[in-house]
């Protein structure tokens, strides 16, 4: 689904597992002894790699005389996730770091991030459920969310009115608009062999859970029914050649590749409307909005993203200032500016806000540039699927290290080296197997 997010394995952590409480280490809220900002403002690093947090720290340092935040971007999320792991081991990193929902509980598991819970759990009405519950691992608050992740389709309304198809309502559907589309040289949607997130939200659409807790132990199930459901799928999108394969190393090329429609469609978010934007030339106001296509016979679901799932600030353990830390990651997420500015895919990456009443913002989030007539009805697609996102879908505390070695057996799937199927049996065993390497109570 191009969520364009590589992952990469972290330090290993040996973690216990025997009772719920400690089905990840200890973990908390660090010391308070450097909350005190009397002595003068406390000037608190924030890394993060989001377009318009650079305009965000400047209005936030120049409304705040106790707290001031410094600033670095960081090249991207794979980068973050790298230095981030140095600096935790350095015993040196930033107070505040723009992350994803996916990594928190690797992070906690690590004992690199603070409780926070008593700082933030008052302004918790502010933000809609699925999103709050994004920076929270086993009930404590581990930063403040920042987004939301609206899912649906985005597709070339020219190619598919001159080839005489409907923009898909179910993944049936979809196999038979891409098998049109083949037979005109153009792939209906693009795999990209490093990344596996496409198997990963339509697994996490159909029902499936490779991670719960059963009992005091983690529960692991590559092979449940929801995941053979989506696997499916995908497999007969592979086998009918109805994919492109390009990578995301190259991330003009595709870009390119969309813009001159050799590929139709994408299962996105709002955010990945910003690098359309950015780089599109042609195609201004040949794009609208679908919703996410549904298993046949069944109602709207829609997964929760990867990346960009419930983005968070979070607020790390080795922070000597965690109270103004939590104060700043909620105003950012919460000053009507500053979230205008996260928004709007021109300003900043086009990202739905975490708060309760998100729907007043989804005209800032999608692009009338990219949609051009198709602006105002794609306004009701994207409010309509943040009534449909999962809330459900657990991240299990070695989910870095699972998704990079997912990420090698995905590569040989896209080029038919093996099958999707061969892939989560190899998942299945790698993963328990892994789990117990780090001393975590596991069942699978």
């Not at 899912?151 to 898909?168: E, H, M, S, W």
């Amino acid at each position: 689904m191009n969520f364009t997010s590589p992952r990469r394995r972290f330090a290993r952590a040996a973690v216990a597992g025997l009772a719920l409480t400690g089905l990840l280490s200890a973990c908390g809220g660090g010391s308070d002894s450097g909350d005190d900002a009397s002595s003068g403002p406390v000037t608190l690093p924030f890394w993060g790699w989001a377009n318009g947090q650079e305009a965000v720290v400047k209005a936030f340092n120049a409304s705040h005389k106790d707290i001031q935040l410094k600033y670095t971007k960081v090249t991207d999320q794979l980068t973050m996730q790298k230095q981030l792991t140095n600096a935790v081991k350095a015993g040196n990193p930033p107070c505040l770091v723009q992350n994803t929902a996916e990594y928190v509980t690797s992070w906690v598991s690590q004992d690199a991030l603070a409780d926070i819970t008593k700082y933030v759990e008052g302004e918790k009405d502010k933000f809609n459920a699925g999103s709050w519950a994004s920076a929270q691992v086993q009930g404590k608050m581990y930063g403040v969310p920042t987004s939301s992740s609206p899912n649906f389709t985005i597709y070339r309304t020219d190619l598919f009115q001159k080839y005489g198809i409907k923009a898909p309502a179910t993944w049936d559907e979809f196999i038979a608009a891409g098998k049109e589309l083949k037979k005109h040289g153009v792939k209906i949607t693009n795999y990209a062999g490093e990344d596996p997130s496409t198997l990963e939200v339509l697994a996490m659409q159909a029902g499936a859970h490779w991670y719960s807790v059963d009992g005091n132990a983690w529960k692991v199930d590559f092979q449940d029914e929801g995941t053979l459901k989506a696997a499916k799928v995908i497999q007969e999108i592979i086998d009918n050649d109805l994919n492109s394969k390009l990578s995301f190393a190259d991330y003009a090329a595709v870009q390119r590749n969309y813009d001159n429609g050799g590929t139709a469609t994408r299962q996105i978010s709002t955010w990945q409307m910003a690098g359309m934007v950015q780089n599109f030339t042609k195609s201004f106001g040949d794009w609208a909005l679908s919703p996410w296509p549904t298993f046949t016979g069944e109602p709207a679901k829609t997964p929760a993203g990867t990346n960009l799932t419930g983005s968070v600030t979070l607020v790390t353990k080795d922070c000597e200032h965690q109270e103004q830390a939590a104060e700043a990651a909620l105003w950012m997420s919460t000053n009507t500016d500053a979230v205008k500015t996260m928004a709007s895919p021109e300003t900043g990456n086009g990202v739905m806000p975490a708060l309760k009443d998100s729907n007043t913002y989804v005209g800032e989030a999608i692009s009338e540039k990219l949609l051009g007539k198709n602006y105002e009805p794609a306004k009701k697609i994207v409010t309509d699927s943040l009534g449909t996102v999962t809330t459900d879908w657990v991240y299990g505390p070695n989910w870095t290290a699972m998704f990079t070695e997912m990420q090698a057996g995905w590569a040989k799937v896209v080029s038919k080296e093996q099958k999707v199927t061969d892939l989560l049996a190899h998942m299945q065993k790698w993963t328990v197997d892994d789990l117990k390497s780090r001393n975590i109570s596991v069942k699978g």
